[in-house]
């Protein structure tokens, strides 16, 4: 189980890394730092809140 220190440094690894990623996103995350599905979906949500502060 990944947690909440997990989902926002998947968060933050997503908002860095997210053009080097050549395959599915919830996959990548979910392997990387043990996510379950909702906890990647949130990672993801939070990686976009970095990338478009205010949207």
């Known amino acids: 189980m990944g947690g909440h220190g997990s989902i926002q440094a ?3 690894w997503l908002h860095q ?15 990387r730092f043990g996510l379950r599905n909702l906890e990647a979906i949130e990672a993801a949500k939070q990686a976009h809140a970095l990338a478009y502060p205010g949207a």
């Open 10 to 12: 998947a968060a933050l």
């Open 17 to 31: 890394h997210r053009n080097e990623l050549t395959g599915p996103v919830f996959p990548a995350l979910k392997e």
